[in-house]
Structure formats: C-alpha cells, structure tokens
C-alpha cells in the first residue's frame, strides 16, 4: 500500500504550480483534482484544455508522480441523478471527458460522485427512487466508457446527508459489476454517517473497494483533516486494510485551509513522514 495525496490540497492554485510542491514533500502518487472553483472556473486544473493535459503528462513525468486516480468533477449543477434530461447528460458527458483526460495521463481509477444532491430537497419518495434509478443507469454508461479505455470506476461514499450515500445501496450497485467498478470509501464521510462502527462498515464491503480517500474529522463535520488530527483511529483503520488485502493507495483528500498561512513543503514533508509512520504502525 502506497502514499498518495489529491491535488485538492491545492484547489485554488494551477495544478503546474501544485505538482512542484507535492514532489517536494517525498509523494511519488497523486490523484489530480479536476472540479471547478465556486464560480465554474476550471482555475486548478481544465482537463477540457488537450494542451493542457499534455503539458500536465510531461510535467508529472518530468517529476517522477504517478497520477494514480482523477477526481470527476462535481458542483452545483453536476448531478448524475437529475430529473432534467440535458443537465444528467451534461453531467455524464463531463464525467466522460474527466475519463478521457485521466487516460491521457496514464492514470487508472475515475472518482465519481453518484449524485449532487442533499436528501432533504428530495422528500417524495417517487422522486428519490427515479433518481436512485437514474444513479444506476448512469453508472451504467460511465461504465461502458471506462471499460474500453481499461480504467476502474470508482463510485465515492458522499456525506450522509447526500443521496445515493447509503452504503447497502452503494454496494449492491458496484456488485453488480466486474472488479473493475468499485467504491472510493471516504473516511470522514463514512464516519460521520456510522461514526465508531465505520471500521466494521469497511470489513463489510472491502471487497468492492478500489480507493480511498483518506481524511479525518472532529466527528461533527466534513473537514477534511490530517490523520490524527480527529477522532478517527487509525491503527485499527489501517490494520483493517491489512486484513483485507487492500492493495491500492492510501491517498490524503486535506481541506485546502492547512496550507494557508503556512509553509506548503513542511506542511507536506510532515504530512508525508506522519503517515509513513502510520501505516507502518500495524
């Protein structure tokens, strides 16, 4: 199991500015962060731009990471699962050029969120099952993409007050398909809906897990804290990994906060050297 780190560290800041750092700070793995900021602005990294990809291939290179996973983007009006046929198929067809993109720069695994909605703005139940279904179809033509460029589609575990979070309805969902589709488990946002029993939660579905997005919590909110930083324990975490053979990256999804006002490069030599440490703990 390797360390990696998402670029959303350093989500306002071009990426050919962000990859200098993070090989400074001893990563070898990163999964490339590919929203856009607030205002629909692809600031960080516009994977729509084909110059752009390439030049982001050769600098990767030229660095010695490996882009290991690229996270689809997601915003306001990104929903696989909306009622309204343009804005699914808009959201689809930017999930299949984050695909497309991810491929060019020799990465594996495509990070997607199942839907882009909180549950209490869907409170009739015929309305939250047609979407749930529009979920599954989706993920179907996602699928059949990423299938033919050889990449692993990796569905993530969204906050709880998310539609399409539920892990039961998650798994029964990738179940349904090859190893190469799978869940993207989230730390914080599996322990916020399941709290100290998220461990058990991971050992129930392990099989169908081919990510992660490694972050902590305080217990009460989305923060997206160093290791340690919580109320997450990661011995048991990480030897639960062990248990279960998992062999792909350990990868650090840290709220963008942490390096404002401080140094990036002892930020990250830290983070790094702490997280060694970690997975060596077991």
Known sequence: MNLGLSTSLFCDVPLTESLPLIARG????????ASPDSSCRYTHFDFQNTNEVKQIKRQLSSLGLKAVSLHSPFYPSFDLSHPDR????????????????????????????PSGIECDRVLDLEERKERLNRIEKSISLIYQHTAKLGLVLALETLLPSFLG????????????????VGICFDTGHVYLRYKDNFINRYRQIARKVVALHV????GEHDDHLPPAKGVIC????????KESNFQSTF??????QWI?????YIFLRNLYDHCLEILSST
């Open 260 to 264: 404002k006002g401080n140094d990036p």
């Open 215 to 218: 972050q902590d919590t305080l």
């Open 26 to 33: 001893g990563f070898k793995a990163v999964e490339i962060w």
């Open 251 to 256: 990868l650090l999804e840290i709220s963008s």
């Open 86 to 113: 343009l804005i699914q198929e808009a959201s689809l067809n930017i999930t299949l050029s984050a695909a497309a993109a991810l491929k060019e720069l020799e990465g594996n695994i495509l990070v997607v969120h």
């Open 165 to 180: 979070s539920d892990l039961v309805f998650l798994y029964q969902l990738v179940s349904q398909y090859p190893p190469s």
């Open 234 to 241: 990661w011995k048991d975490f990480v030897k639960a990994l």
